[in-house]
């Protein structure tokens, strides 16, 4: 009965870290849905692209106070998390606070001051995002877009992270003011709990502290494998994928449009005059024509764009930056990544239900991305600029408009009336060659 604890504290790591890695396993395979992308490439810039933006949060402080403050966050809470080393061990082996005799007395001081005074800056920070996020009315954060489950998950999350830095504060006072009554081995630096939170706790008994400190342990605990899998059904997936969006990310200049290989070719055949019109391409020739020309649901995008998708933190600067969607058009470029992320996960739960994917009459284009919404967009790439984990909205409109041009004819009519003035005159202006001097005479 002795061991109880420790049986149960290793049940529910195991079930914890099995269901995260099945999460994982269900976003992989959802992801490689999508066509193979060859971005290997450029390593030494990949790596240091990654390092910047990801790690390094180097496109969120562009907006200051936003910016530092999810730095507390993201910093905090990932270095906090460092201590379910400790907890891991404590609860498989019952040691209290077993880094202390791996770090030693000085070292391990240091540790733990450096963890409470980033708890702080994460609930300092986590309370200044819900004010703003609910009462202050930041136009891209109060868009009927986020209306229902996304605004509810991001309060959620900032809830979630709250109560896990109370626990940890709690646990950290209980156990000082136990260890200041000699009853627990002094371990550790507490400046904020012996501060700020120990006077609360000074009247409390013997037992009362030590089942506040239990109590808050477990909780803390079980918080942070709760949190970890509650990330799957949440956007705050970009704390582990924005790492992989951003060393796949696009290293070319953004907004460049890629010309089809097969296309290219076409072209230049018909200018050879000594080419056979007539034959066939090689075998394996990878010029040959694709299946289809574009993307008209998930399967059609590439593995990155779905990516993409799922790295999406709605924070919605893109859609705030968009001349499209600043002047009234139907565009937001943050929905664009959200509608895939949700047409994609329709998908996996198809393909969980059936075995594989069975045909459910819905497409991304149309049900879920209107053409409206495509057609709307200037491709100025003010979106994929604006983005602080270098997600590209913009590549997955460019492949849905190339998928209604070169496969359903349905470009808007001013788009055909410019190519048909091209093909007729070399110009997208409509007037005869012959004319298109004019302009210089006099």
């Excluded at 061990?89 to 733990?112: C, K």
């Excluded at 190339?402 to 808007?412: D, G, I, K, R, Y």
Aim: proline share 3%.
């Amino acid at each position: 009965m002795q061991y109880i604890d420790n049986i149960l504290f290793l049940i529910l790591l195991i079930a914890g870290f099995g269901l995260f890695a099945r999460s994982l396993q269900k976003i992989y395979r959802n992801i490689t849905l999508g066509r193979s992308i060859n971005r290997s490439d450029r390593k030494d810039e990949r790596w240091a692209t990654m390092a910047r933006v990801a790690m390094g949060q180097s496109k969120m402080v562009k907006r200051p106070i936003a910016g530092i403050l999810h730095l507390f966050v993201y910093v905090g809470f990932i270095i906090i998390n460092f201590e379910l080393i400790e907890i891991v061990v404590d609860g498989l082996f019952g040691t209290h606070r077993f880094l202390a005799s791996v770090m030693g007395h000085s070292v391990y001081n240091f540790f733990t001051a450096t963890l409470e005074i980033l708890a702080l800056l994460v609930i300092i920070g986590v309370v200044i995002f819900f004010i703003r996020r609910n009462f202050y009315g930041v136009k891209r954060l109060t868009m009927k877009e986020l209306f229902g489950w996304p605004k509810q998950d991001a309060n959620w999350i900032l809830i979630i992270e709250f109560a896990l830095m109370v626990a940890f504060f709690t646990m950290n006072t209980s156990d000082w003011v136990l260890q200041q009554r000699g009853l627990l081995a002094a371990h550790g630096s507490f400046p904020v709990s012996a501060n700020i939170f120990a006077p609360l706790f000074s009247n409390f008994g013997d037992t009362t502290l030590i089942y506040s400190e239990r109590a808050a342990w477990w909780f803390h605990f079980v918080g942070i494998l709760f949190f970890m899998n509650y990330l799957y059904y949440s956007k705050h997936l970009h704390i582990i994928l924005a790492f992989p969006s951003t060393w796949y990310a696009n290293l070319e200049k953004r907004g460049k449009f890629n010309n089809l290989e097969s296309v290219t070719k076409e072209i230049k055949l018909m200018m050879d005059p000594n080419a056979d019109p007539y034959a066939a391409p090689a075998e394996g020739d990878a010029a040959a024509a694709p299946s289809k020309f574009g993307a008209e649901d998930v399967f059609d995008l590439n593995q990155v764009q779905l990516l993409n998708a799922y790295s999406c933190t709605e924070c919605g600067r893109c859609t705030a930056v968009c001349p499209a969607n600043i002047t009234g058009k139907k565009l937001s470029p943050r929905l664009i990544l959200m509608k895939t992320r949700d047409r994609l996960e329709e998908v996996g739960k198809n393909i969980d239900t059936n075995g594989k994917f069975v045909d459910d009459g819905k497409k991304l284009l149309n049900d879920y991305i209107t053409k409206e919404e495509l057609w709307a967009c200037t491709t100025c790439n003010a979106c994929t600029e604006a983005c602080p984990v270098l997600l590209d909205p913009l590549s997955i409109i460019f492949d849905m408009r190339q998928f209604l041009v070169m496969e359903q004819s349905a470009a808007p009519q001013e788009l055909n009336l410019m190519m048909a003035n091209v093909e007729n005159n070399a110009a997208p202006w409509q007037y005869n060659q012959a004319d298109r001097l004019n302009w210089a005479k006099d």
